[in-house]
């Protein structure tokens, strides 16, 4: 089994939702165990998704509200029999029906969004820094594009770009259609470029005159021996973005 279809396959693998058929999931455990990337990799998002599990299961749940339900589903039912009997033809009947399933909507305990997001911030900014150290011990730029949003990180590996090995780094999103209330998957690979590998200044000249589809843009960094190269096929990459779009 290669990386890639590993980390394809580490999606169905989730602890509490084994979608993963037995006989991949037999190729893949070994994979994990022996390959020093898909292994981390794979154990760093288990820990993220353990932590974000974490949060949702704090959310407070009246002690009393298992009994409050039950109490309210037994007497809106028997009330619910009661019409139906004195009620004749199938119009009124439909007419309850859709009248009790009104009242049988009790109103559940809403979640902490301010808790929720705090951990999806979290495992965002958690993520950022595991993503970071992989490329550090690789030798390689730690600086990351930090104005993205990782929640957002689709993957990440070493790629060879004009002869040297550089951090690359894949987001997925989705990007409204026009005229649908649907949208469609969109993607943005960024690659880290350090001044210690290439000409900075000649790269943005010879990048302004690309166009087409994919788009290749690049960006500022915040470090001026950084700059980071954006491939995408998105309208805006800003869609990317935890904030606005920069230099």
């Known amino acids: 089994m290669d990386c890639k279809t590993a980390r394809l396959l580490l999606d169905f693998a989730r602890p509490l939702c084994p979608e993963l058929e037995p006989a991949d999931a037999e190729v893949l455990q070994p994979h994990l165990a022996d390959c020093p990337e898909c292994g981390p990799f794979a154990a760093s998002e288990r820990r993220l998704d353990d932590h974000l599990g974490r949060a949702v299961r704090d959310v407070p749940v009246p002690a009393d509200f298992k009994q409050r339900l039950l109490n309210r589903l037994t007497k809106e039912r028997d009330a619910w029999y009661r019409r139906w009997i004195v009620r004749v033809g199938a119009a009124a009947a439909v ?17 902490n969004v301010d808790q929720i997001q705090n951990a999806m911030s979290a495992k965002a900014v958690a993520k950022e820094e595991a993503v970071a150290d992989y490329f550090r011990q690789r030798g390689l730029s730690r600086v990351m594009p ?4 990782f929640g957002q990180l689709r993957d990440y590996y ?12 894949v987001f997925w999103g989705e990007e409204p ?12 690979k960024v690659l880290v470029l350090s001044a210690g590998q290439f000409n900075l200044n ?11 589809s994919p788009k290749v843009e690049v960006r500022e960094s915040g470090d001026p021996n950084v700059v980071f190269l954006v491939i995408h096929n998105a309208n805006d990459v800003s869609l990317f973005h935890l904030k606005g779009p920069e230099g």
Request: aromatic residues 12%; proline residues 9%.
């Open 202 to 212: 000649d790269l943005k000249e010879r990048r302004k005159a690309d166009s087409g």
């Open 146 to 149: 930090s104005q993205f949003n």
């Open 177 to 188: 259609f026009p005229g649908s209330d649907r949208g469609t998957r969109v993607f943005a």
């Open 158 to 169: 070493v790629e060879e770009f004009e002869g040297r090995r550089v951090p690359a780094l």
């Open 95 to 111: 007419v309850a029906l859709v009248v009790m399933g009104t009242w049988y909507l009790w109103p559940l305990p809403k979640p």
